[in-house]
């Protein structure tokens, strides 16, 4: 792993580092995303506040956002990886990798014994880092629909 992959959590003074991030990661995939001057302060509340764990790796090479719920099964939290991210040309070097590990130890650290996550079954190598790194598809190879409405 390369010396630059070192992964810290991030401070709401990393807030536009953490918006740039998120917006690359969101216009390579097509996704919409709120312009930069909105996202950059929300980024900087949900870290502040602690609803967002944001870590980021090396000199803004990765992203990986972490957001913990109280679960309805267990005493214990649920930790849901919302995002993660790392730059297109980095890709293959063990930066996402080190972004999941420690999610991971984040997470149980925050008293998560769960974490959760979501990706497009054509992301075959995401789902190569997640399953390397022990996660089971639920779906079992069925189609997961994901749904989502303006309120």
Known sequence: MPAEAEVRTASGADAAVAARLLHDFNTEYGWPMPPLVQMTPRIGQLIESGEALVLLVGEELGIAVLRLRESLWSSSRVAYLEELYVVPGRRGEGLGRALMETAMETAREAGADVM???????????????????????????TMLFYERDL
């Open 116 to 142: 959760e996550l979501g990706t497009s079954t054509t992301d075959t190598a995401a789902r190569g880092l997640y399953e390397s790194c022990g996660f089971t598809n639920l779906e079992d190879g069925a």
